[in-house]
């Protein structure tokens, strides 16, 4: 084991090097080979970004009135925007996306490579770096989502570039980097707005360095970002809109009298009664009525983000139901990524496990360090609280693979170095995780064997 660590710590730079280029490939390969064609969220980010370039502007339906176009309730609009900017520089060639997607994808390994050097600084070791970036640029379900017209491939770019200048800045506080970490974070929003959810662990980063004043350019370039489109949406619908109409629907959709949790057709009985309401009235009605049914139903709120929280974790949520594929191709796919899930959920709560332990246990880390795992710490459990008290697909947790990929390297090399307590950690982690995956599997038995009966 020790000359299999000198031999990764000795070449990093080309096992560095290989994983990039290796991702790279892969995700171009797959996407020219299947040649995956918009549907659903696909498509409609496809058609804005077509109206964008011909000159019809941010629509969905170009035959409505704007205010009536339902272009306001699809997420965005940074990814229809980078979409059309590609349209307007090439054509509409699905490939030219797909190459740029496979490039963010390629990037993002090295991003967290990157990020593990600043985050694991006191503890470092090659492996931990090279072992992240590889878990991430080869997991199955990221390499899919870099081959389909949808936001997470984009969002996860920034996403790392945002917290590894955020890291970065934690190293070394510079005005320079305040303001690039507000811009970064105001893409993202515009990009997938859920993921502003970081905002608060980058708060912590101001706080521990006392720069105030540089929280103060962060906070405003942040707010720059958003206010152009911030002022369009106001001038056309009269309301505070900073990205798009979304928040009240998906609220709905997760907490009904018939939810699940999960993104189903059951909340389709739930919305006919706002059909008459214009679309920004609808929604934020609808935000209203389910505060409402939360606050006088809330065990049953309580229950259905128990189960959320289940779906997120769960080993039996793998991604490859997707209907381009058929047959053969769509068992090795499930299997793929289920067994990627079971090992980077179970190594990536052991790794959480052994930075908490180390965290507040141990005395010999600085204050510096330990104020990193915290805002690490925070920024893990922020991506899935971002979801899990409104509603859980598969997909949703793609941005929480990349600090998974992270805290289960750091899980490899602990056991790699036999440090105390890591295989108990390990065990507990799988163990527990085990028990969810038979819950899970408990509430949705008839689910599970109509998608088995359709391999």
């Not at 390499?143 to 790392?160: G, K, P, R, V, Y």
């Amino acid at each position: 084991m020790t000359a299999l660590l000198d031999t990764i710590e000795k070449h990093e730079r080309k096992f560095l090097i290989g994983i990039v280029i290796t991702a790279f490939l892969i995700s171009a390969a797959y996407s020219i080979f299947y040649k995956i064609q918009p549907i659903v969220d696909a498509e409609a980010y496809d058609f804005i970004a077509q109206n964008l370039v011909s000159g019809e502007g941010y629509r969905l339906e170009t035959d409505v009135p704007l205010a009536k176009d339902r272009v306001i309730i699809r997420v965005g609009p940074g990814y229809e925007f980078f979409l059309a900017a590609i349209y307007a520089i090439f054509g509409r060639y699905l490939w030219i996306v797909w190459l740029f997607q496979a490039a963010f994808h390629a990037i993002s390994a090295w991003l967290v490579f990157a990020i593990a050097k600043l985050v694991f600084k006191e503890s470092w070791h090659s492996l931990i770096g090279i072992g992240a970036a590889a878990l991430f640029a080869f997991h199955p379900d990221l390499i899919i989502a870099s081959s389909m017209l949808l936001t997470e491939n984009l969002a996860i770019f920034i996403m790392l570039l945002t917290i590894y200048n955020a890291f970065s800045y934690f190293e070394k506080t510079s005005t320079a980097k305040a303001v690039l970490l507000g811009l970064l974070l105001g893409l993202l929003v515009l990009v997938r707005a859920n993921l502003g959810v970081l905002l608060f662990p980058f708060l912590l980063a101001f706080y521990f360095k006392k720069q105030f004043l540089h929280l103060l350019f962060f906070l405003l370039l942040f707010a720059a970002v958003l206010t152009p489109w911030t002022i369009r949406n106001y001038s056309i619908y009269h309301s505070f809109i900073p990205t798009a109409v979304v928040s009240g629907n998906n609220f709905l959709a997760g907490n009904h009298p018939k939810a699940s949790g999960e993104l189903d057709d059951s909340r389709y009985e739930f919305v006919k009664k706002y059909k008459s309401y214009d679309l920004i009235t609808a929604d934020k009605q609808m935000f209203k009525d389910t505060l409402l049914y939360i606050i006088q139903n809330p065990a049953h709120f309580a229950k259905l983000t128990i189960y959320r929280t289940s779906t997120y974790f769960s080993f039996l949520r793998p991604t490859g139901w997707w209907p381009y594929l058929e047959g053969w191709e769509k068992l090795i796919t499930l299997l793929a990524s289920a067994t990627y899930s079971i090992a980077l959920l179970t190594l990536g709560a052991a790794g959480f496990l052994l930075m908490l332990k180390r965290r507040v246990g141990e005395k010999d880390y600085s204050l510096g360090g330990q104020n990193r795992f915290t805002i690490f710490l925070i920024l893990f459990l922020g991506i899935p609280l971002a979801v899990i008290f409104i509603t859980v697909e598969t997909r949703y947790r793609y941005p929480i693979y990349p600090i998974l990929a992270m805290l289960s390297s750091y899980a490899i090399y602990a056991i790699a170095r036999r440090w105390e307590s890591i295989l108990k950690l390990t065990q507990i982690s799988f163990l527990f995780l085990t028990l969810n995956a038979a819950f899970d599997f408990a509430r949705n038995f008839s689910r599970i064997l109509e998608k088995i009966g359709k391999l």
